[in-house]
Nanobody
């Protein structure tokens, strides 16, 4: 069983930055792709970014491309989401998720991911 724990959320002014972390326990995830999703109040959960494992490819939602960067440190069993140029519309609960399939392609549906963290709140004030 894999447990995922997100951290790093908080309150930031528009234009600011935050770095979210997703730490895995229970087993290593060096051979798995990891995704970040977010859910704003009243909205459905949406894809934000994905990082594969070998080779390391990254994919982003158009809304965050050029502002967010996903990365991974397999030695620490942790994936990061660096968020720069934050906007009020980035306000949401951010979740990380693990894809057990081993597929390297772009996968953005919630059903493509098997394990989820509990989420971390990001609030961007205008």
């Amino acid at each position: 069983q894999v447990q995922l724990v997100e951290s790093g959320g908080g309150l930031v002014q528009a234009g600011g930055s935050l770095r979210l972390s997703c730490a895995a326990s229970g087993r290593t995830f060096s051979s798995n792709s990891i995704g970040w999703f977010r859910q704003a109040p009243g909205n459905e959960r949406e894809f934000v970014a994905r990082i594969t494992w070998s080779p390391v490819w990254t994919y982003y939602a158009d809304s965050v491309k050029g502002r967010f960067t996903i990365s991974r440190d397999n030695a620490k069993n942790t994936v990061y989401l660096q968020m720069n140029g934050l906007k009020p519309e980035d306000t949401a609960i951010y979740y990380c998720a693990l894809d057990e399939s081993g597929v390297q392609n772009f996968r953005r549906r919630q059903s493509d991911y098997d394990y989820w963290g509990q989420g971390t709140q990001v609030t961007v004030s205008s």
